[in-house]
């Protein structure tokens, strides 16, 4: 049964630094993984999707990578703003009708 | 082009109370999915339809039903609500492996 899992729970640090989130899974047979960004009372937006296929993608000051064979996943966030303060979910795509499994998340705060 | 939207955006219900919570997307997805959040549980996958005319189960099925009306609109419908179905609720929806779009959520209390 697929597993995912996001370390660590919570992370706190200053303005400008860059910063690593973390998400493992279990089961290295998937489609793809997610990373999504959630607000405080709001609804999940996605940031970065990559294909089983690919090593990692960029958006902006955000990178994901994806190693399959070790079940791991890691989001860096480059030069952190108070902006990117929220809750940060990773989720698999294991094709099993198109669910996905998801993460507990990381909860990001970064202090000016 | 709106994305995915649900109404309401809160709901205050008695215990037994019935309520349909409503979602809509414009992006010509086939898939769509309704979760519960609740704090320490993370999302959790109700029921989901993966074209226009089925329907499964997730992992919080009970108390739960829905319908998939047509390719855009995919309801939520609590027969007789319980204090333990209070939660946010999330419509979401995508095509294939892509990427999955969210709703802005409905916040439900039940008394």
């Known amino acids: 049964k697929q597993e995912v899992t996001q370390i660590p729970a919570a992370l706190s640090v200053p303005e400008g630094e860059n910063l690593v989130l973390n998400c493992s899974f279990t089961d290295s047979a998937i489609y793809n993984l997610q990373w999504f960004r959630q607000d405080p009372g709001k609804g999940l937006t996605s940031l970065l999707l990559i294909q089983s296929s690919q090593r990692e993608q960029t958006s902006g000051r955000l990178n994901a990578s994806l190693d399959k064979s070790s079940g791991r996943s890691t989001l860096y966030i480059a030069a952190s703003q108070p902006g990117d303060s929220a809750t940060y979910l990773c989720?698999?795509?294991?094709?099993?009708?198109?669910?996905?499994?998801w993460g507990l998340g990381t909860s990001l705060a970064v202090n000016p | 082009n709106a994305g995915v939207t649900q109404t309401p955006k809160f709901q205050v219900l008695k215990t037994g109370q019935s309520m349909t919570l409503q979602c809509a997307q414009d992006m010509n997805h086939n898939s769509m999915y309704w979760y519960r959040q609740d704090p320490g549980m993370g999302l959790r996958l109700i029921y989901y339809s993966a074209s226009e005319g089925t329907t499964d189960k997730g992992e919080v099925p009970n108390g739960y039903n829905v319908s998939r009306l047509n390719k855009r609109e995919f309801s939520l419908r609590l027969e007789s609500a319980a204090p333990s179905q209070t939660s946010v609720y999330f419509c979401?929806?995508?095509?294939?492996?892509?990427?999955?779009?969210f709703g802005p959520g409905t916040r439900l209390t039940v008394t």
């Open positions: 989720a698999v795509d294991a094709g099993n009708n198109r669910k996905l499994i």
């Open positions: 979401a929806s995508r095509t294939g492996v892509n990427e999955q779009y």
